[in-house]
C-alpha cells in the first residue's frame, strides 16, 4: 500500500540521502527513516551511480511511499548533495548515510531544537558508532570527543581542532546552506569546510545531548578510502579558513613545542604570521629555537605576548592547557583557540 507524504502541505524537513553500491546497507538506513516519529518529511534518495542493487533497493521504496524519491546525479559526492538540495522542498535539509541508522525520534528531537532556538542554522545529536566489535579506538575517541561538544559555545571553540559535527547527524536551514554556496570541491573533507563557512561567518550549531543516529564503521567508508578526508587534507582545510578566523599577521604564541605546535608554527610563518615563543611544561625543550621562535616554559606566559594557541599534540594536553589558560582569566577566540 501506498502511503502518502505530508497531506498539509510541504514537508517540514528534506533527508538528503547519496548512495552508491549500497546494496547491503541502504535497505535498513531507509526503514529507520520510514518509522520516524515525525511524518511529515521527504526523503531525497540520490543514486551517484550505483551498479548493484541499491538502485532498485531505493525504487522499491519510492513505489510504495510517496515520502520517498530517487534522482539520478552524476559527478561524486559533493555534485550529488548539491543536487539533492537544489530539489528539496523543505526549509531544513537533514544528512545522512546510506550506511547510517536513525533513531526514531531523530527527526523529530532535532527538529524541535530548531524550533526552540531561532538562532540555531544546525541542529545536531550524539552518535554511537557499530558494529561495536568493528570499531577501531581512533574512531571511538573521535565519537567521545564529539558528543562531548554539545552547546553553541563548545562546538564553536573546537571549530580547529576536529570537524565538530558527525556529518549525517546534521539538520540544517536551508537558507543558511544557499548563503554560504552550499557544498563545494576544494579537494578536501566537503563536510568540514562547510562547518568552517557556517560558523566562521556567524551561524550557530548545537546538538540533542541524545543519541540519535547510529553511525556505522567499515573499512570502505569513505573517511576511510578517499583522499579528501586524509589527515593532510584537513590541516589543509583548517589554514585555508584560519584568516578569518584570526587576522593575517596577527603575533602568536604557540602553547605545545612537539610535532603538532611546529606543524602549525612553519605553516603560520609562511602565511605572514609572527610567532613570538613556543610554550611547553618539557624542560629539556626550554631555550630551543623553533620555527625562530624561542621555546619557554609555563612559568614566563604573559598574555600579553600575543594570541595564544593551544596546539599541543598529547592526549589530554590541550584540555589541560585550555583549563590553565581559563584559570588565568583567558576566553577562547579573544585570547587562545585550540588547534590540532
Known amino acids: 500500500m501506498r502511503t502518502s507524504g505530508n497531506t498539509r502541505g510541504l514537508p ?7 548512495f552508491r553500491d549500497a546494496s547491503w546497507t541502504l535497505e535498513d538506513a531507509v526503514q529507520s527513516l ?17 551498479v548493484d542493487g541499491s538502485t532498485t533497493v531505493a525504487h522499491s521504496w519510492a513505489a510504495r511511499d510517496a515520502r520517498f524519491r530517487v534522482v539520478r546525479a552524476e559527478g561524486g559526492l559533493i555534485a550529488a548533495l548539491n543536487r539533492g538540495i537544489e530539489l528539496a522542498r523543505a526549509p531544513l535539509i537533514a544528512r545522512m548515510d546510506a550506511d547510517d541508522l536513525a533513531h526514531p525520534a531523530r527527526l523529530a528531537r532535532q527538529l524541535e531544537a530548531l524550533r526552540a532556538d531561532p ?10 558508532c ?12 573521535y565519537a567521545d570527543w564529539l558528543n562531548g561538544l554539545c552547546t553553541p559555545a563548545a562546538i564553536h571553540a573546537a571549530l580547529f581542532v576536529e570537524s565538530p559535527i558527525a556529518h549525517p547527524s546534521a539538520i540544517i536551514a536551508r537558507s543558511a546552506l544557499d548563503a554560504v554556496g552550499g557544498y563545494r570541491d576544494d579537494g578536501g573533507p566537503e563536510d568540514y569546510d562547510l562547518w568552517l563557512r557556517l560558523l566562521l561567518h556567524g551561524r550557530r550549531a548545537a546538538k540533542v545531548p541524545e543519541t540519535l543516529l547510529y553511525w556505522r564503521d567499515s573499512p570502505g567508508r569513505l573517511s576511510r578510502v578517499d583522499p579528501r578526508y586524509h589527515r593532510g587534507r584537513f590541516f589543509a582545510t583548517k589554514l585555508a579558513h584560519f584568516p578569518t578566523a ?7 604564541q604557540i602553547c605545545g613545542a612537539g610535532r603538532s605546535g611546529r606543524a602549525w608554527g612553519r605553516a603560520l610563518l609562511a602565511r605572514g604570521y609572527t610567532v613570538r615563543r613556543f610554550i611547553d611544561v618539557a624542560k629539556q625543550r ?14 614566563t606566559f604573559s598574555r600579553g605576548d600575543g594570541f595564544v594557541l593551544v596546539a599541543a599534540g598529547a592526549r589530554g594536553a590541550r584540555e589541560s592547557i585550555e583549563e590553565w589558560l581559563r584559570q588565568r582569566g583567558l576566553r577562547p577566540w579573544t585570547d587562545y583557540l585550540a588547534v590540532a
Open 286 to 299: 626550554w631555550g630551543h629555537v623553533v620555527c625562530g621562535a624561542t621555546v619557554h616554559g609555563p612559568h
Open 119 to 128: 538562532s540555531l542554522s544546525v541542529s545536531s545529536c550524539l552518535v554511537e
Open 12 to 18: 517540514a524537513v528534506s533527508v538528503v540521502l547519496p
Open 246 to 252: 584570526i587576522a593575517a599577521g596577527t603575533p602568536l
Open 34 to 50: 520510514a518509522a520516524q516519529s515525525l511524518r511529515e518529511f521527504e526523503c531525497l534518495l540520490i543514486d551517484n551511480g550505483s
Open 130 to 141: 557499530f558494529p561495536a566489535g568493528a570499531v577501531g579506538e581512533g574512531l571511538r575517541r
